[in-house]
């Protein structure tokens, strides 16, 4: 959201750089800590015409609202299966059947974002929406639990609003609440059997999750099911100097030196590490308090609006500042070459060039730390009562 | 799915077990969100509307007044003296049973946001606010009947919550009547706030007054209706109007009361002649 401007002076830019760029921890204009979130709140299932429904409040006042809804579709036939098979020789059809249920076209899932005072069309949502959609198939495993058999699949609407007016980037809020709202959407129970018309139960206290739970395991706070595998979530991780700073608020964003937006899924192998017994993996995690296995989706650069901020001007170019001279004219065009490839101390210049390797992969292994901020986002949506 | 409406005559109940005069379960919140201005949720039956309000505040810039001419909102009051009202809908796309998408350039939704930016500029005292905005954006969640009397109770609310100085509350609710066009019925009633399912079968109407007072702010009839029924549909929907207003003045005094035990505001000077009890 590069058009989304932050109306602050070169002077206040620095300040803010030069605060969230101290060591050993920076100084957050709201005082969180650096891998802090802001605390929300949550809710699920609040509107009965869908299929899974969420709501988060972020303690700033921005809301979303994320509805789900399924539809059946006829899976298109890809026409080229016949001249496969008869190319690949060794192939069962056994293997061939458990080829066609892996396969989950990406068209099984659409995805739309409204935000207040954009259009629909606007660069700005159609990347979010995007983003958010590519974390979601990137996982793999979505689209295999929508085929009902091999002539239909559900067709999943997410339509994502965000009711609050844009205060801060709003991609962390609106995937913690797809998120959530994806735990909670149940289709209907299938009642037919193989490739026939589906024909499914109507009664929805009989309805399935998207994400099915595990009857057996508890979560020992409020009674819920444990859900054996999640949606992905994404989260806006940025690095201002040397330090690196979780779910930046608006002003915070508008120094930063790199924003990236990554997609953190979980391990589909937790279901057989958490029953099974003992296997070089579980011995691994037997040492971390959770017990889950992160895997990095997708990561996507956000063009911060700190490029588009103003620089400001050094004293020693300044011609306001110095006494106009005989030579000034000559003198400032010098300054705008200097100002062109200097830095100068405590004068704002807004960064430049592209995120540097090192940065990139310290701000992923960051955010894929045992324990660190994607574990406790986790934690913390976990425990949200799924109704 | 036809309206049976022959079983109405015979116990003279409507499909969703009511009497004719009777409103539907009506719940409102204010102030549900933080960050706004302004903010108000409210449920008429399964009809459930969020409102936001900014302002008013300073129009953002020429990119945002050219965003807005090219189909963001319907503005209402002129830009120089007066404060400019403008209303912008977002119908969900699972708001309704089969998922149905609506682009801001639908010509139904403009026409909701003209209707409703028009009927507040004329209840707001915006010649207060000169060279300035209100936005108000409008959610829609969930769909069944009267929308667009949802969405003028919800912006009354919001607008309350601002704190920006208005005439009386505007209250809108629909009525209908139980004959359709071609039926000459003499018997025909006629019935207050409509559901989906009545909306899509029988002749009705919206209307919004201003306040207690017999005033219409709104009238919106989009159905082919006799004209020998329209007055009795018109008293039915003033008089629920009424009820409506009654309730949104319960919703915001408590909501008062609330606050200033909750000591979030102090106790005004005004609030000791009102009766707050």
Redesign the interface.
Known sequence: MS?QHVLLSPAELSYLHASLSLQPLPLRPDGRSPTQFRPLVAETGI?P??NG?ARI?F?????A?V???A?VERTVQPFTQDTQTTQDEGETPAEDERRKEEVGGSDWVEM?V?I?????DDPTTVFLGQMLQEALLADGEFTKRLRINGRFHWKI?L?I?L???P?SYPLPLLSLTTHLALLSARLPRLKSEGDEDPLFDDDWAASTYVYPRDNNKKDGKDGNNKVVARPPVTLLVMAVGNNIIFDPAREELAVADVALAVSVGEETTTTTTQTGGDDDVDMEEGSTPGKRRLRLLSVRTIDPPSRLTPPGVPNATNTAYTAPTGTAEAKTQDGARTLETERVEGVWKAPRGGAKVMVMAALVAKVLEKGGVADEVLDGLEAVDLG | MPLDTSSYSLALLRVDGRRWNELRRINAQIRTQAAADGSSYLEMGHTKVMCVVTGPSEPFGPARVGRTGAGAGATAGASGGEAGVVVSIVVAGFSSVDRKRRGRGDKRIQELQSTISSALAASLHTHLFPHSTISISLHVLSQDGSLLAALINAATLACVDAGIPMTDYVAACTAGSTSTYAANDESADPLLDLNHQEEQELPGLTVATLGDSDRVAVLVCESRVQVSRLEGMLAVGVDGCKQVRAILDRVVRDKGRKMVQEGTVQKGVGLEDMEVD
Do not use: F, H
């Not at chain 1, 303690?59 to 809301?63: H, L, N, Q």
């Not at chain 1, 207040?116 to 629909?120: N, S």
């Open positions: 058009s509107l015409g869908t429904s409040c303690a700033d006042g921005t809301e609202i509805g789900v809804k539809e739309t409204e207040p005072g954009y259009r629909d609407y339509d609003l009711i609050s007016p205060l």
